[in-house]
């Protein structure tokens, strides 16, 4: 919310509407379907649903969805998991089988492997046979992420994680990071990559990449640079589909467990977010109406 002012000035600032007040925020939940529109055919009233992307909007008791973001939810799998689970195990699946297509055997570069993103990437790199070195903040951080599969960790905090990687690969770097964080970690993450290697720059919790000078991907490797997202790993629906079809077939076989530490009511969605920038959380916050 704000002051007419201040709602003003944002619209002027972001002349796309989904960017203006007011803003519901939240991508992934799960609940049952009251009703669906004359032309759904594939969705009836009281499905068990659960969907992973926008629009945003999650952070609400009822609402109407797009019928083509919406999956259908195992039996095995209930509400509180999917709604955790959705958006992240979707993002792990479109990194790890979509963006760099890991076979197995693999060493690989993950930052913030304790939160919920990265417990998922620790079990799901572990199912598949990769070794995954994670950052984390601090020795609790990293027994919970060796816990979910982590090969080794690095405490970013004491560590310099350039040196760490080199030193846990006998100095042949990896061929692939996947870095939700952003500007902070940026430079380091090419210097761990071998040449021609992946980096995959899916978030940016500290702040966006800015700047980005394409020459140094030259001197350090001819190295490549995506920035998904998951919305354009969704579409058709098909590939949606298939990707939780995928992520529910990992988790009702327990290679994937979600681990959710913290659970608030929908009115205390603010303190949510509060402890989230403190970094008091870990694994995922699931929020119930």
Not at 112 to 129: K, N, P, T
Request: with cysteine.
């Amino acid at each position: 919310g704000g002051s007419a002012g201040t709602e003003k000035a944002w619209r002027l600032a972001n002349p796309n509407p989904s960017q203006r007040f007011p803003q519901y925020p939240g991508y992934s939940a799960a609940g049952r379907v009251l009703a669906v529109g004359a032309n759904v055919k594939f969705l009836k009233e009281g499905d068990r649903v659960a969907y992973g992307q926008g629009p945003l909007g999650a952070y609400a008791d009822l609402r109407v969805m797009p019928p083509a973001m919406v999956v259908k939810l195992p039996k095995k799998i209930g509400f509180d998991d999917a709604a955790a689970a959705m958006l992240k195990g979707l993002t792990v699946q479109y990194l790890f089988r979509q963006t760099y297509r890991l076979q197995g055997g693999e060493t690989i570069l993950f930052h913030a492997a304790a939160g919920g993103v990265g417990l998922i990437a620790c079990q799901w790199a572990r199912a598949l046979g990769v070794k995954l070195i994670g950052t984390v903040s601090s020795p609790e951080k990293a027994a919970l992420a060796k816990k979910h599969g982590a090969w080794a960790t690095i405490d970013y905090t004491k560590e310099n994680f350039v040196e760490r990687v080199k030193e846990l690969t006998g100095g042949a770097k990896v061929p692939v990071v996947y870095d939700g964080v952003g500007k902070d970690t940026w430079e380091g993450s090419l210097d761990c990559l071998q040449p021609r290697g992946l980096m995959v720059s899916f978030g940016n919790a500290s702040g966006a990449v800015t700047g980005v000078n394409l020459g140094i991907l030259a001197a350090k490797g001819s190295l490549f640079v995506t920035r998904p997202t998951l919305g354009t790993h969704a579409v058709p629906r098909s590939r949606l589909e298939a990707s939780a079809e995928e992520l529910f077939d990992m988790m009702t076989s327990g290679k994937i467990k979600v681990e959710i530490d913290q659970r608030y009511k929908l009115e205390d969605a603010a303190q949510a977010h509060i402890d989230l920038a403190s970094r008091r959380t870990t694994g995922s916050s699931v929020l119930v109406p």
